[in-house]
């Protein structure tokens, strides 16, 4: 695909049963090199209800929000945010859906769409992102975006994921206004 159109916008209702699709469409060999913990994932039922309750809130009222990635109008991924502290920080994961369109620059380009947003909705200070340290992908994207590195070290990252090493990863409300555009 040469050139193809990229957009990002808010995930909507609509959206769920395509987040629902990549969750669980993915291999337990794909989770776990997300760090994804399969006893802890196949309990978690109450994804879809929950992300449609956040869904029902104004956006500065969640205390998850994610953008839809789209590739020549068709949804390919998306970003999101939790652990969301109004005025300072939040937390932010980031998922492109289709191997094939991984390691074309491609997930670089719908970050700078779509964490500008973030900041706007949030009134950040700043964005941390903690990727599985052995998870190259996501690691290589936040680098070459210009996320600093902060530091390597042991925790359980979120509420599927088993204990492992992470990468966290910063970006400030300036460094964010370099190199992003809405």
């Known amino acids: 695909m040469e050139n193809p159109t990229l957009s990002t916008r808010p995930l909507e209702e609509k959206d769920l049963p395509f987040l629902m699709d990549y969750w669980?469409?993915?291999?337990?060999?794909?989770?776990?090199?997300?760090?994804?913990?399969?006893?802890?994932?196949?309990?978690?039922s109450s994804f879809e209800s929950n992300m449609r309750k956040q869904l029902q809130l104004p956006i500065e009222g969640r205390n998850n929000f994610a953008m839809l990635w789209e590739i020549d109008g068709k949804p390919a991924g998306h970003n999101n945010i939790n652990v969301i502290e109004k005025g300072v920080k939040a937390n932010m994961h980031l998922h492109l859906w289709h191997p094939e369109e991984r390691q074309k620059g491609i997930g670089q380009q719908l970050l700078k769409h779509s964490i500008p947003h973030f900041f706007k909705h949030f009134d950040l200070q700043y964005l941390l992102c903690e990727p599985y340290a052995h998870n190259p992908a996501p690691n290589k994207t936040l680098n070459k975006l210009g996320f600093t590195f902060i530091k390597k070290y042991t925790t359980i990252p979120g509420t599927i994921n088993f204990?492992?090493?992470?990468?966290?990863?910063?970006?400030?409300?300036?460094?964010?206004?370099r190199i992003c555009t809405i």
């Open 24 to 44: 669980y469409g993915l291999s337990d060999q794909q989770l776990l090199a997300m760090g994804v913990d399969l006893e802890k994932f196949s309990i978690v």
């Open 163 to 177: 204990e492992q090493e992470v990468n966290q990863w910063k970006l400030t409300a300036e460094e964010m206004e």
